[in-house]
């Protein structure tokens, strides 16, 4: 059997759509954070890959979950995850979480309606959120609103990705119901342009995607740490961007992501009226149970 890192797209952390330890997150993050995604990116790749079968991609993601647990050292992603989390004494529960994802993206294939899709995005979204957080001691009072922005992002990179999910890997998040509603069906994603009813789902999971990502608008203000919450304000804006791009266009024949200069110039305007806010604004009470978090 190959090792993980065999199986690698070469698909690194510079080429997401969000930022991934940018220069924001205090130096002495960023390893366990890139730790963190190294990991994740290795099962992602594995659960996407092309070629394999179901049951070699699960039995990859097995192994892969096992040394992280501290047996056997065949995939360096998970051991230096593991080693990071015991320096720090984080425990590996979001990164099983996200195993559990990758699993179901090798066994679900499509999605009933909106909770279904919410449910997926609590073991393929949230835990990334999350794990953050935790990293740098922040209170457990802040998940709700990551949850929300976490999940956000999860469904406009679904939306940004359906045609290339459904040809590539027969994969369609979309929900059926949305589908329904609307008169359209799945296999309607194969086409190079979306057909007027497919628009119409897509626009409208894209306008359910924006009330979901106002859920998250108090999240980088809840943050203690300022540095990660101006990460997360940049995170949001380029977020609201992309929701309001998939209103507006067709994903199977437009562009829907963010060039490097609008990613350049959203993030810098969300830092600088992120520190206004915080400089000029009240700051967060904080728990006093939390303060033996604080980093």
Same mark, same amino acid.
């Given at each position: 059997? #190959?090792?993980?890192?065999?199986?690698?797209?070469?698909?690194?952390?510079?080429?997401?759509?969000?930022?991934?330890?940018?220069?924001?997150?205090?130096?002495?993050?960023?390893?366990?954070? %890139?730790?963190?995604?190294?990991?994740?990116?290795? #099962?992602?790749?594995?659960?996407?890959?092309?070629?394999?079968?179901?049951?070699?991609?699960?039995?990859?993601?097995?192994?892969?979950?096992?040394?992280?647990?501290?047996?056997?050292?065949?995939?360096?992603?998970?051991?230096?995850?593991?080693?990071?989390?015991?320096?720090?004494?984080?425990?590996?529960?979001?990164?099983?979480?996200?195993?559990?994802?990758?699993?179901?993206?090798?066994?679900?294939?499509? @999605?009933?309606?909106?909770?279904?899709?919410?449910? @997926?995005?609590?073991?393929?979204?949230?835990?990334?959120?999350?794990?953050?957080?935790?990293?740098?001691?922040?209170?457990?009072?802040?998940?709700?609103?990551?949850?929300?922005?976490?999940?956000?992002?999860?469904?406009?990179?679904?939306?940004?990705?359906?045609?290339?999910?459904?040809?590539?890997?027969?994969?369609?998040?979309?929900?059926?119901?949305?589908?329904?509603?609307?008169?359209?069906?799945?296999?309607?994603?194969? #086409?190079?342009?979306?057909?007027?009813?497919?628009?119409?789902?897509?626009?409208?999971?894209?306008?359910?995607?924006?009330?979901?990502?106002?859920?998250?608008?108090?999240?980088?203000?809840?943050?203690?740490?300022?540095? %990660?919450?101006?990460?997360?304000?940049?995170?949001?804006?380029?977020?609201?961007?992309?929701?309001?791009?998939?209103?507006?266009?067709?994903?199977?024949?437009?562009?829907?992501?963010?060039?490097?200069?609008?990613?350049?110039? @959203?993030?810098?305007?969300?830092?600088?009226?992120? %520190?206004?806010?915080?400089?000029?604004?009240?700051?967060?009470?904080?728990?006093?149970?939390? #303060?033996?978090?604080?980093?």
């Amino acid at each position: 059997m #190959a090792t993980a890192g065999e199986l690698r797209s070469g698909k690194g952390h510079r080429d997401e759509n969000f930022p991934v330890a940018s220069w924001l997150i205090d130096a002495r993050h960023r390893g366990i954070i %890139l730790a963190f995604y190294e990991f994740v990116r290795v #099962a992602d790749d594995i659960a996407d890959h092309a070629t394999l079968k179901p049951e070699e991609k699960l039995a990859q993601l097995d192994r892969l979950e096992q040394n992280l647990l501290g047996n056997g050292d065949d995939n360096p992603e998970a051991v230096r995850l593991r080693n990071a989390l015991a320096e720090r004494g984080l425990p590996p529960r979001h990164a099983q979480d996200l195993l559990t994802a990758f699993r179901m993206d090798v066994t679900k294939l499509r @999605y009933d309606d909106w909770d279904d899709l919410i449910h @997926y995005c609590s073991y393929s979204a949230m835990p990334v959120g999350r794990f953050v957080l935790d990293v740098h001691g922040e209170s457990r009072a802040t998940w709700a609103a990551n949850d929300a922005l976490c999940a956000a992002l999860q469904i406009n990179n679904h939306l940004q990705d359906c045609g290339k999910d459904y040809r590539d890997l027969n994969r369609v998040y979309i929900p059926l119901d949305a589908f329904a509603a609307a008169g359209a069906a799945p296999e309607e994603l194969g #086409a190079s342009r979306a057909s007027p009813k497919l628009l119409r789902a897509i626009h409208d999971l894209a306008a359910r995607n924006e009330r979901l990502l106002a859920e998250g608008e108090p999240f980088a203000a809840q943050i203690e740490n300022t540095r %990660l919450s101006l990460e997360v304000a940049v995170i949001h804006s380029y977020a609201r961007r992309i929701v309001a791009l998939l209103q507006t266009r067709d994903p199977l024949s437009e562009r829907v992501h963010l060039s490097k200069t609008q990613f350049a110039q @959203y993030g810098l305007g969300a830092v600088v009226v992120s %520190l206004m806010r915080r400089i000029l604004g009240p700051r967060p009470a904080r728990k006093p149970q939390d #303060a033996q978090h604080k980093a």
